[in-house]
């Protein structure tokens, strides 16, 4: 019946649970680990889920239902292409994103860590079975007859065992074992000889790996990691949802260059129309309609270039959206449309104030420092000697047949302290002064990172005032661009001057005209930049941003 009974356990545990099971309760713990340590972190995803998606949330976007002539031939491939909104965009990346699904994957793992290492801290079970069937023949020689005799002995053995270990946050470890032993000898058809026994030991150090912080230590350092991705995921979401914004806005320049360059090239085919008929009166030189075919064709090779620039840089936007090559989508230019310059009112000293309360990677380089001078404690406890004390006892049963519990009439019990003086500690020398070291190290890794902090935010804030009047000068260069290219227009219509001064005047409004909405992007995605570089910048659940803006920090 035993041997029954240690056949069930064995099965039993052999099948265990469906890998369904396991896998659900891994994403409960660290879901609940992750929610746990969510409200330390400012603007941390309070909604963060680790699951697998298929991207269905283009179905519902509006069509491009025209064909642009700016785009040449290439327009008609653009016709039923989902658009998509700048919002809609982020969205998406905070969906498929692969670089995105990554740093969330890498917060999961590191959750399932802190569980690994809260989990030792816990009693943990352990039990396991055997059984063996042994056939053993031997050869007895009989001295009084002289005549050997053949004589065989089968036995089954059975043994199981159940148990637990702990390991103490004051540095101990208690550890016990219930096992029970089963023989049966089936060649005289015996009853079963069983045995059971009960045993614990108990082990605390005094001197070296003793006490609370230096017992958890691991424990200690699992929960500030877990605490450290959170914050460089919330981090990753601010910068990851600037890149996006900026990819987005330089598609759509790429776009609106595209248009520029075909309305400059459709310009240029009517003023060489119109040298043509000149030419043909004798009133334009030949060389001179030459050098305007000439730049005729220079034009049309810029659209063309900008055509595949535009195409190229939207369908790498579809791998940072984590969707297929095969998607076929455009940017809503609306938004290129209502794009105006917001520069905020703060001064880099209040910027830098700012980001030494608020910024996350900051906080995280801090607590680092923390850690390599909490490691030099840790080096120094190992200087120490050991000193343990250690109790054990063990309670056995009766052998007899049947189940036998273990009596308390057989017990013993044993109480031992054990000393190793600290006379080779050269390992422990040399890792102590290692940590000396690295405090040193991490100190002005520290320093380095608040000085090259100041100095991105300074850098950030005279970018942005240089973006601004950047676009100021831009709107002035536009209007003089179109005014000169008018006079050129009306003295060729009357003519006087040149054909190759409407050349350069038109050349001049499509670039001014390129520089102005590049630099109204430049200062959008700067400003972006320079909340997300003082900690500012909120970031909602979809992805969304929300510029906070320095006075909700007074």
Known sequence: ????????????????????????????????LIAEKTPLVANMDTGFKLEKSDP?????????????????????????????????????????????????EDLYL???????????????????????????????ENTATGVDKITREKTINSNAGLGFNWLLRTGGRIATDFSTDFVRFVSNDSEWITSSALGATFTQPFLRGAGY??????????????????????????????????????ILQNRDRVRNAFQGY???????????????????????????????LSTEQGWISAIRNYQLSRDRFKIDLGLSMDTSLILDESELDNLVIHHPSITASQAIKASVETRLDLENVRDRLQDVERRIRIAADGLQADLDLTVSGNVSSRPGSGFQLPDLEQRSWTASLGIDLPINRKRERNNYRSALIAFDRAQRQYDQFVDQMKLD???????????????????VRVEL??????????????????????????????????????????????????????????????????????????
């Not at 690994?116 to 039990?127: K, N, S």
């Open 56 to 104: 269905t949330d283009l179905i519902d976007l509006p069509k491009h239902e025209t064909i642009e002539p700016f785009l040449g031939p290439t327009g008609e491939s653009e016709l039923g292409a989902r658009i998509i909104s700048l919002e809609k965009a982020v969205e998406l990346a905070t969906k498929y994103n692969r670089r995105f699904l990554s740093q969330k």
């Open 481 to 554: 661009s179109q005014n000169r290219r008018e006079e050129e227009l009306l003295k060729r219509e009357l003519g006087l001057g040149l054909a190759l001064d409407l050349v350069d005047a038109q050349n001049d409004l499509i670039n001014s005209q390129n520089q102005r909405t590049s630099a109204l992007i430049s200062h959008t995605i700067a400003r972006l930049g320079f909340w997300r570089d003082m900690g500012i910048l909120f970031i909602k659940e979809n992805g969304q941003w929300e510029e906070l803006g320095y006075e909700t920090l007074e």
């Open 213 to 250: 912080r230096i017992a958890i230590e691991n424990l200690t350092q699992a929960e500030r990691n877990l605490l450290y991705a959170l914050r460089d995921f919330t981090r990753f979401r601010k910068e990851f949802t600037v890149d996006i914004v900026a990819n987005y806005y330089q």
């Open 110 to 140: 590191q959750a399932l860590d802190l569980s690994l290492a809260r989990f030792q801290y816990t009693p943990i079970f352990g039990g396991g079975a055997d059984i063996a069937y042994t056939d053993r023949q031997r050869i007895a």
């Open 266 to 296: 459709e310009s240029f085919k009517v003023s060489v129309e119109r040298e043509q008929a000149r030419a043909a009166e004798g009133e334009t030189p030949l060389s001179e309609l030459n050098r305007l075919k000439e730049s005729l």
């Open 1 to 32: 019946m035993m041997v029954y009974g240690s056949i069930l356990m064995i099965g039993t545990f052999m099948n265990g649970c469906s890998t369904k099971h396991y896998e659900r309760s891994a994403n409960r713990e660290a879901a609940s």
């Open 457 to 475: 935010i300074q850098d950030g804030w005279r970018n942005l005032e240089q973006r601004r009047r950047e676009f100021e000068i831009s709107e």
